[in-house]
């Protein structure tokens, strides 16, 4: 029974890992240990030994249940089916890897390392190896999170996934970011839709100076505007960044245009679209997406800065001193410097 | 409570290891390290407790099982925090000792020492106790004022935490300035920790605060809001502080 194929290795670790950057602090304290699990159900006192377990109904319900509730991203969910499972067959190894993956996603990280170690007991995995990295990696584990890529790495060695996970790491806690963008290229020769191991390395490139080659590693995967899909937004914010910066602002424009009409509702695709209109400037587009930025997240100070800097530009001294006083207090805000 | 120092644990996990990185920056200073998974896992247990009396084992055990961890100055953080709330101020006491030992800066440990000589002054301090709770309770602030957002950490837990450290920073030098009869600046503390976290027991005293002052009207509306905040010990002190702030005296 193969759970988690190499091709669902690489969606997880593609979708899911965006979430890699919460850290410890994401971990919650509530009801972390394994056991006890949820009451058994009467099917789970019927469920005697491991075969008669996995013929049994019950368990193929809670087992396309889990399905479902991964496909949901419903984690807090997905834990209680898990531990419904394992409850119910303690030697399933698929039990203990969702299980795992809801702590995982809920930042319970060392619930869910002691998961996929008990899934590992069962069933050596490719994808569970790469998971008890990820945990490993949350909790900054140098030498843990490299045993598992190796392991991971020899079982499984054509998933990207795995190559995209080492480079973040050393992308996020060694700031090297030449031998990130090692790993980063060798998981988009195993996957070249790799889209975040694709925007990780252009970023490893800013990084090292090599500006035009970022930019063509991006546009190369952003491609014609008509085959453009909710998957290149994130591309094209990185693209629209990095023009801005190389001074192509009718390129920056385009692309932050179409970003905007890829994703209408995400408040940093709203401000990459001002600040390139700011740039070409288009006040009257800059105005409408900084505004529209500021109310999509509250919480967002660059919008401020930018419509101070409008109003400033057009003598409204009164709007643009509100504006930087609330840029100033966001910023000082996401800093954790108020008081 | 002990949710709150739950979330205050996790934020000084981080905070020590990476404020070092990116502040003071000591080379190869990074998050702690496990050195075998079974240590790690030791660790977890403590932070997976479910209660103070379970988290004060679990960091028991640790200690005596992995005396060199890196990790050791925040299990006796935990355990600090657990002994606290399980009301074991002898030992809480004893814990932020070795705390301050290993990190004179940990703001947790300063704190809950500020907190514990604010209750308790002992004997062998005589008058030197109140410079005991204000340097304890100042050197927190300070340290916490230097502390930026730890990378990775999402922004508002980080101010959340913090926040809850400076209130009881503030709360226990607005404890300190009633005591000694300095209304005003004990006014003044308490109007900061209420500020940054409202609870009923800050605004209790802030009520007694501007009582002493003559602000009976501050006095009332600071005494009504730690009716309403509680717990229902504080909500019942508070009654009775309304009542006496409506009585003639005043």
Redesign the interface.
């Known amino acids: 029974m193969m759970w988690i194929s190499p091709a669902r290795c690489s969606r997880l670790s593609a979708v899911l890992l965006v979430l890699v950057?919460?850290?410890?602090?994401?971990?919650r304290?509530?009801?972390?240990?394994l056991a006890p699990f949820s009451i058994p159900s009467q099917a789970a006192a019927r469920a005697s030994d491991h075969d008669s377990c996995r013929s049994n109904p019950s368990v193929l319900a809670i087992e396309g249940q889990i399905r479902r509730l991964v496909n949901l991203a419903q984690w807090s969910d997905l834990e209680k089916a898990g531990a419904e499972l394992t409850s119910f067959c303690p030697d399933s190894d698929f039990g203990y890897h969702w299980l795992g993956v809801g702590y995982l996603r809920q930042g319970r990280?060392?619930?869910a390392?002691?998961a996929f170690e008990e899934s590992l007991q069962r069933r050596d995995d490719a994808g569970a190896h790469l998971l008890l990295a990820e945990a490993y990696f949350k909790?900054?584990?140098?030498?843990?999170f490299w045993e598992e890529i190796e392991i991971a790495k020899k079982m499984a060695p054509e998933e990207s996934g795995i190559y995209y996970l080492a480079g973040l790491y050393v992308f996020?806690?060694e700031d090297a970011y030449d031998k990130a963008a090692v790993w980063f290229r060798q998981a988009l020769e195993r996957n070249s839709g790799h889209v975040l191991a694709r925007c990780y390395l252009a970023l490893c490139l800013r990084a090292l100076q090599q500006d035009l080659e970022a930019a063509s590693l991006l546009l190369e995967a952003v491609g014609p505007e008509s085959r453009a899909g909710a998957e290149s937004v994130i591309l094209l914010q990185l693209l629209v960044s990095l023009e801005l910066d190389l001074g192509r602002t009718s390129e920056a424009f385009a692309h932050a245009t179409l970003a905007a009409r890829l994703a209408p509702g995400s408040a940093k695709v709203q401000l990459g679209l001002g600040r390139a209109a700011w740039h070409i400037q288009d006040q009257g587009i800059a105005l409408h997406a900084l505004k529209t930025a500021a109310k999509l997240d509250p919480?967002l100070p660059d919008p401020h800065y930018l419509l101070g800097r409008i109003y400033a530009a057009q003598g409204d001294g009164r709007g643009a001193a509100e504006e930087l006083a609330r840029f100033k207090e966001l910023k000082e805000?996401?800093?954790?410097?108020?008081? | 409570m002990a949710q709150t120092n739950r979330t205050v644990l996790f934020a000084l996990l981080l905070i020590c290891p990476m404020a070092a990185q990116t502040i003071v920056q000591p080379a190869g200073k990074r998050v702690p390290q496990a050195k075998t998974r079974e240590e790690l896992d030791a660790f977890g247990m403590i932070l997976d407790a479910v209660s103070p009396q379970s988290t004060l084992e679990a960091a028991e055990q640790y200690r005596a099982r992995f005396p060199n961890s890196e990790f050791l100055e925040y299990a006796c953080v935990a355990e600090m925090q657990a002994a606290m709330d399980l009301s074991r101020v002898q030992l809480a006491d004893e814990l932020a000792s070795i705390v301050l030992k290993r990190n004179p800066n940990n703001p947790e440990a300063l704190i809950t020492r500020a907190e514990i000589l604010i209750v308790r002054p002992p004997d062998s301090l005589g008058t030197a106790w109140a410079s005991a709770v204000e340097d304890n309770a100042r050197t927190a602030l300070d340290r916490l004022r230097v502390l930026s957002a730890p990378p990775f950490t999402s922004p508002d837990t980080w101010v959340e935490t913090k926040q809850s450290m400076l209130s009881r920073a503030h709360l226990v030098l607005g404890q300190l300035f009633m005591n000694k009869g300095q209304h005003e600046e004990a006014v003044s503390e308490l109007k900061t920790a209420v500020a940054l976290v409202p609870s009923g027991n800050a605004f209790l005293l802030l009520s007694r605060a501007y009582g002493k002052t003559n602000q009976i009207n501050d006095a009332l509306t600071a005494a009504t809001m730690a009716l309403s905040l509680g717990p229902s010990a504080v909500s019942d002190m508070a009654a009775r502080e309304i009542q006496a702030l409506k009585s003639p005296r005043f």
């Open positions: 950057s919460l850290f410890l602090l994401r971990y304290a509530s009801a972390q240990s990280s060392f619930a390392i002691r909790l900054g584990q140098d030498q843990f996020q806690t919480r805000r996401a800093r954790g410097t108020d008081q």
